[in-house]
């Protein structure tokens, strides 16, 4: 009963402490920090799930050395216990040199972990990542220890859902601003080039990546043609024409899609991999640039390294795209009014009388 009663009061100042951080990391590394002091143990880590639902990176630790640490990140499909902690499943390694779901042993054994306890973090039925629990000497866990820790891990998910909407919402006022700063520097002036030159500019710019370019469909021939690039070398973009019927990422762009790229030298879609590999171009996304339901161009961004777009980005991405489309379109129809006008106004003068001559008495 005495340890159940330490167990709730560390629980109380553990609930007092996530409380009371202000972000993520902080959150983070108070889980990992208790956890480990709470129980006696040696330390303690938390690894997410990425994107992809198929990787678990380490994203806080407590009493690991750099050495032990390096293994990171988890493969899912090749952690038999992280796939029984991610389906609820509280999982007891008493002893890691003799028990086959540890695929560690030998680290183990040089970092002097003993057993290892792990316990899937998830709120709303979603799987968010594990925490565990590391000891010395090999370690028969009590029915306290582990609810303890998943009281723990209950408490923890909760306050990282929160750190996480607040950052969602924190990245969505942030690319709110990105798109009325694009907007606005793009509707500036109405000189068509200059609006593509300002549009790839800015957004590689204010979203953080290498490179940016504009490619506009020419309807007759079936090819992209680059209409501006930001931060790509003249030998990169002399690479060669993109034909729409040879470029699966353009023709999905075209119907409409934000096309994703994580690894440009192994994605059959990508038909210029060593290009891009000299380029140092490791990522790629497309976005539709669409007037009145018609596509007229990709704009494209390139990033110097592996990233997994997230949905929020995609989102932005489009929508500077579909911007652009309206501003490249204002900026033709000027050119278009401008052009008229002053052919109307030729026209006019060569139907009148050549009434100076007429004073001079010229032939």
């Keep these: 009963m005495a340890l159940e009663k330490e167990h709730c009061l560390a629980l109380f100042e553990i609930s007092k402490s996530l409380a009371s951080a202000r972000n993520l990391p902080a959150i983070l590394q108070i889980i990992v920090k208790d956890a480990t002091e709470a129980t006696g143990g040696k330390a303690s880590s938390v690894r997410l799930l990425d994107e992809t639902g198929k990787i678990l990176k380490r994203v806080a630790a407590y009493g690991l050395s750099d050495a032990y640490l390096k293994k990171d990140p988890v493969e899912v499909e090749k952690s038999p216990v992280d796939q ?3 389906r609820g499943e509280a999982v007891t390694i008493t002893d890691v040199t003799t028990d086959p779901r540890w695929e560690y042993a030998e680290e183990s054994k040089r970092e002097k972990i003993g057993s290892v306890l792990t316990l899937g973090l998830s709120i709303r039925d979603m799987a968010l990542g594990t925490i565990r629990l590391y000891f010395s000497q090999p370690h028969e866990f009590s029915e306290t220890e582990i609810e303890f820790l998943r009281a723990l891990a209950s408490l923890g998910a909760i306050a990282i859902d929160n750190a996480q909407a607040y ?12 798109l009325n700063e694009v907007a606005e520097e793009i509707n500036q002036t ?3 080039s200059e609006v593509i030159r300002l549009a790839v500019k800015n957004t590689a710019q204010l979203i953080g990546v290498k490179a940016s370019s504009i490619r506009l469909l020419d309807e007759k021939t079936g090819k992209l043609m680059l209409a501006s690039a930001h931060g790509l070398s003249e030998a990169y ?6 034909e729409v019927k040879k470029s699966p990422i353009d023709q999905e762009a075209l119907q409409g899609e934000i096309v994703a790229i994580t690894d440009v030298t192994t994605d059959p879609r990508w038909e210029y991999p060593e290009e891009a590999k000299r380029e140092g171009i490791a990522s790629v996304m497309a976005a539709p640039m669409f007037i009145k339901n018609k596509a007229v161009g ?3 961004i390139y990033t110097a390294e592996p990233r997994i777009f997230l949905d929020e ?5 489009k929508a500077i795209a579909r911007h652009t489309a309206i501003a490249i379109e204002n900026a033709r129809l000027y050119e278009l009014a401008v052009r008229s006008h002053d052919e109307l106004v030729q026209e006019i003068w060569r139907g009148l009388p050549d009434v100076w001559s007429t004073v001079t008495g010229a032939a």
């Design 84 to 86: 029984e902690a991610l």
């Design 167 to 178: 950052e969602r919402t924190a990245r969505r006022c942030a690319d709110l601003a990105v």
């Design 190 to 192: 109405l000189n068509l």
């Design 237 to 242: 973009i002399k690479k060669g024409p993109v």
């Design 298 to 300: 990709v704009l494209r």
């Design 313 to 317: 980005e995609k989102e932005l991405l």
